[in-house]
């Protein structure tokens, strides 16, 4: 029986979706995650306890396992580090460590666009314990603020002036000091990312990448605007509805923005905008999509993205890969507020709506929920397939518009 070796966060959305597929194809999978590492098995899962914030360490022990596994899949940002650290001792292939470290760095990302000629935004980084007024002085308006190693969205920030530069800076610097990812240790929080406001229009590739060969598949659009100040991602669409010719031209940036940064084998999830000046490539991480997103993407025959990532990881991804006939979309739901989750009212409503094909709900009844630009995650995710792009769009918002969250103020956080 083939073996994979999965990398991934103990509460992830993907880990169960990924451990499912690998049992659908009759996989086994070793389970590499961040679970507490004195308690024995305490999620019973029989997962190997590694760190994130120990990517070296957690390499040699993941490469020192009994039963070599034929293949490595790594789920989101923070596995991808020791996901490539551990092919490179194992022999396996995989993307290259240095490649890694620059997709998880947005300036060291904008540096390797830059000296491939790709369209880059003006930019710089700053230390996170600088002097804001000095940054805003230097800065062009408008401007976006990212800390340099946080993904989803998360303390991404548009500022049109000074005043709105430093109340941005300070509050990605409350965002950085928090003790989740303070714990982390990792260089790239200490850091904001500040570069020049690009308009346009923004879309997703879904790839996957053999011995440097990428195959598309999935462009995405996202048709709501993504103008600022908060840039909360929410409905992605495919096949996009985008002239051919602009289809080309973002299928080809991403190859040669893929080409700069090194990565060679497994997923890849990319995202750019595109204006008149062209395509502007955001980030191109070295995993695939997040969240539960996967789920809008099917493949003949009866395969779904999870299961072509496994079967890649070991060898066997299936010859001439063609996606399902409807169009698909998908909704992150976006949190309508911070607080505590009281209650959420529509759902069977929403799950009616035409076209519709399933609503999941992840946040829990009781949990706090922090929306964007503080929060990471997304209340739940709603999925749709239809004949067309459009109707399926229409589908999420309709289903979109039935539900209604009752949110409690939460009290607040004791500092120290």
């Known amino acids: 029986m083939p073996r994979t070796l999965l990398i991934a966060a103990t509460t992830g959305y993907q880990t169960r979706a990924f451990t499912n597929a690998a049992r ?39 490469a020192s396992l009994p039963n070599r596994p034929d293949g490595i ?43 491939a000629g790709l369209n880059v935004p ?45 109340t941005a800076f300070e509050r990605i610097r409350r965002i950085l000091g928090l003790p989740e990812i303070r714990c982390l240790n990792d260089a790239a929080d ?41 840039f909360e991602e929410t409905i992605y669409v495919t096949p996009s509805r985008e002239p051919a010719q602009t289809q080309r031209a973002i299928v080809e940036t991403c190859r040669a923005a893929i080409k700069a940064l090194g990565l060679s ?48 990881a070991i060898g066997a991804l299936p010859p001439d890969l063609q996606p399902a006939p409807s169009a698909s979309a998908v909704m992150m739901i976006p949190a309508p507020g911070t607080g505590i989750l009281e209650a959420i009212e529509g759902e069977d409503r929403a799950r009616q709506i035409p076209f519709v094909t399933g609503l999941e709900i ?17 209340p739940g995710f709603i999925f749709a397939e239809a004949p067309d792009p459009a109707t399926a769009e229409t589908a999420l918002r309709r289903a979109h518009a039935e539900l209604r969250f009752r949110i409690l103020a939460a009290l607040p956080t004791l500092r120290d």
Not at 33 to 48: F, G, I, K, N
Not at 202 to 223: H, N, R
Not at 277 to 302: D, N, Q
């Open 24 to 62: 659908r194809l009759g996989v086994e999978v070793t389970l590499a995650t961040d679970r507490c590492h004195v308690l024995e098995d305490p999620w019973r899962d029989r997962a190997v306890a590694v760190r994130f914030e120990e990517p070296e360490e957690s390499a040699r022990v993941l």
């Open 73 to 115: 899949v790594a789920v989101a940002d923070r596995s991808t580090t020791i996901a490539a650290l551990a092919a490179e001792r194992l022999d396996l292939p995989w993307h290259p460590p240095a490649a890694v470290a620059l997709c998880r760095n947005k300036n060291l990302m904008r540096e390797a666009f830059s000296r």
């Open 122 to 166: 003006q930019n710089f980084a700053v230390p996170l314990d600088s002097n804001p007024l000095d940054a805003a002085a230097a800065t062009a308006y408008p401007c976006v603020l990212k800390p340099l190693g946080l993904s989803a969205s998360r303390g991404v920030i548009r500022a049109d002036n000074e005043p709105e530069f430093l």
């Open 190 to 230: 200490r850091a904001i990312q500040i570069e020049q406001y690009i308009p346009g229009r923004e879309f997703a590739l879904e790839g996957i990448m053999t011995e440097g060969d990428l195959q598309v598949l999935a462009l995405f659009d996202k048709p709501d605007p993504l103008e600022g100040p908060f």
């Open 265 to 312: 084998h497994g997923p890849i999830h990319a995202e750019m905008r595109v204006n008149e000046h062209g395509v502007y490539m955001l980030e191109i991480a070295a995993r695939p999509i997040g969240g539960l997103c996967a789920r809008a993407l099917r493949f003949k025959p009866a395969l779904t993205l999870e299961d072509l990532v496994i079967l890649h």
């Open 362 to 378: 992840t946040a829990k009844r009781g949990e706090k929920i922090v929306a964007l630009p503080d929060g990471a995650g997304y």
